[in-house]
Each structure stands twice: as C-alpha cells, then as structure tokens.
C-alpha cells in the first residue's frame, strides 16, 4: 500500500538521514526502485513528473501499476507515489488518481500567490492524509542547451510557506538539475543553515542530487536535508550500460534482441546506482 511520506520524513528528519526520491519513467525503472528498496529495507518515495506523468500514459495508469508492482513482489517497505514539480492543476489530478504525495511548485509565482495556491493545496493534502511539498526559490538547470545557475531561497519566504503546514520545504540553495557544470559554486549551506534555523522540524528537501559530491551530501544532511531528489544520474547509468550491450554486439546473439535482456543490464545499473545513493543517504535498514 502507498503510503504518505510524513512518518518517513519525519523519522529520516529525527535520525539524522535522508530518504530518496528516484524519479521513474516506465515499468523498469519502477521495478528496479522498488526492488532496490526491498533488498536495502529502505523506505522509498517514487518521483513523477507531469512530463513522465503525460509519457507513462497518464497518472491513473501509474497508480495502478505502481499498486499492482508492490502487491506483486511483495514490496513491505514505506513506497510514497509523489508528483514532482507539480503546477496547481497538476496536483489536484493527482490527488484524484491516487497519488500518496504531492509536489506543488510555485517558486515561479510572487511569493504571495506562491503562500495562497500552497494554502489550498495544504488543506486538501491534510484532509485526504497526504504529504505535500513546496518550493521557494526555484532549482535551475539545463533549459534549452543553457544551464542557469540554481537561485538561492530566502530563508524568511521560506518561513512563510513552512508556517502554512506543509510536510516538506524544497528551497533553492544553489542546487540544479542535471550535471553540474565545471564551476558549479557548490551548495549554499549557509542559506541551508539560516532555512532550517527557521522552519525548525520542517523536513528539507535537496533536489537536484546528481553529481552532488558525497561530503556535500553528508553535510546538507546534517543541516536538516532529509529528501533527496536524483534522476538523471540513473538516466545516465541507463543509457551507458545499454549502449554498452548494443556497442558489444549482444543484442546480435541469440535472443538478445528480447527487451527481456536488452533492457537488462540498464535496468541493473539502475539498482546499483539507487542502492549506492540509499547507503550515501542513509536510509538503509530505515524501513
Ligand atoms: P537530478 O536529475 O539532477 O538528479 O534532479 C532530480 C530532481 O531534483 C527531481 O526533482
């Protein structure tokens, strides 16, 4: 059963860890996740975003086969389904379809309509018991061949919104999506600090967790961090072992043109790249 991501977010907050949220885009990417998790006893929150949602064939169709996996296989780790980036809209259908957990990102909006559209979604998520997330100060990252520098929250407009009883805060602290570039400055811990001293309990989330050198993951997570976001960095581990398994012919011999097995060392890589991010996170045996 999906469950919301507050009690494991709350926990990860108490103990001093983190959880992750690896974003899917399709069955094999579901399964490894929630294979991964199990074999770890790791609590895990699936991230979806729109563009994922509208690929996956909408979010009714990802409620389903997420709920027909864990029954499946037996899943007995805490699994949230979350949208990622959510508009308003977003939200509310997935709310409808079954989601466990929600993202509404309004760092784009004037702070003002960001607290009002953030409201409304607080009182729906409380009503139906699941967890919402918002944002302030929106994450950067590669739009259009241009990689824009993540901006920095400030930490009173992040008061603000933590006050309005959201479950978790993602705030800009220099972090993007997508690889880092070379003179990437590093996360702002001071921003970090400052944010947590203010929302107190509040679980943080860091989005943007590929390529973050692991001592700035560890250090975040002492600051308050207690979600964090990977994606591209299990794309990357995707494409490489599948371009690997094509490179070296073995999609020529025998049946290896069977998705079954082309898509099988992918997949793999896929779990190695989420148990090592659960060890780094420290979730492991957290379930
Ligand atoms: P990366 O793709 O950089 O890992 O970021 C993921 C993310 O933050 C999803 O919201």
Redesign the pocket.
Request: a negative charge; charged letters at 10%.
């Given at each position: 059963m999906l469950v919301s991501a507050k009690e494991m977010l709350t926990k990860a907050k108490a103990e001093k860890y983190a959880v992750g949220?690896f974003?899917i885009n399709n069955l094999e990417w579901t399964k490894a996740i929630l294979q991964t998790a199990q074999e770890l006893n790791s609590p895990v929150i699936l991230?979806v975003?729109e563009g994922a949602g509208k690929y996956m064939c909408g979010y009714t169709t990802i409620v389903g086969m997420v709920n027909g996996m864990i029954n499946e296989l037996g899943i007995t780790v805490p699994v949230a389904l979350h949208l990622?980036?959510g508009s308003y809209e977003g939200a509310k259908k997935c709310i409808e379809a079954g989601f466990s957990s929600v993202m509404f990102d309004g760092s784009h909006y004037p702070i003002e309509e960001n607290i009002s559209k953030t409201k409304e979604l607080v009182s729906i998520c409380n009503e139906k018991g699941l967890s919402l997330e918002a944002e302030v100060g929106s994450?950067g990252?590669e739009e259009d061949g241009v990689i824009g520098g993540g901006e920095v929250a400030d930490p009173e407009e992040c008061k603000m919104i933590a006050d309005l009883g959201v479950t978790m805060l993602a705030a800009g602290i220099g972090?993007?999506?997508?690889?880092y570039p070379e003179n990437w400055a590093g996360l702002s811990f001071e921003t970090l600090d400052a944010i947590q001293q203010l929302t107190g309990d509040m679980p943080l989330v860091l989005?943007?967790?590929?390529?973050i050198p692991a001592d700035m993951i560890k250090k975040a997570i002492s600051l308050g961090v207690s979600k964090i976001?990977?994606?591209?960095?299990c794309?990357l581990a995707f494409a490489e072992a599948t371009r690997k398994y094509i490179e070296d012919g073995k999609d020529l011999v025998g049946k290896g043109f069977d998705p079954r097995k082309l898509l099988a060392d992918g997949c793999a890589a896929i779990k190695a790249t989420v148990k090592e991010k659960m060890e780094l996170f420290g979730s492991v045996n957290k379930a």
């Open positions: 949220q974003n991230g975003s990622d980036h994450i990252g972090n993007i999506h997508g690889k989005h943007g967790g590929t390529g976001n990977v994606n591209t960095e794309q």
